[in-house]
């Protein structure tokens, strides 16, 4: 009787788990879209994603304009704030002793209005092609 009802106990806390594991991974979206300034692509820069009420930040590289989060990477429906920084060569370089070779000096050059003090939302869907394009604009 013992072992019977262990195997129950088992069988239960696996299917509880299952059930537990599969509706948090079916609920994060891929997320998609792109992301210039002035007219130009941005070339590389990172998107992040601020939950306005449950959720958690998520965030990725935007590489020649575009960026793409898979399902497992992605948000959970509902709406978000979303920061956008971009990066440029300056010109300069310096020493890095952890490579030990000169690198590219870049700087940060989006107005704060589009990362630190952002006003930019998105609504993820739990359906749909959640696909966003940002046409970032002095």
Known sequence: MHQVMHRIVACLVMGVLAICLGCSSESYQPISGSVSFEGQALEKGVITLYPRGEGTTVGGEIIDGSFSL?????????KYRVEIIAFRPTGKSEFDIDLNQEVPIEEQFL????????????????????????????
């Open 70 to 78: 898979p399902r497992e990477k992605g948000p959970t429906p509902g």
């Open 111 to 138: 107005p704060q209005k589009f990362n630190r003090n952002s006003t930019l939302e998105i609504e993820v869907a739990a359906d749909g092609d959640n696909a966003f394009d940002f046409d970032l604009r002095r």
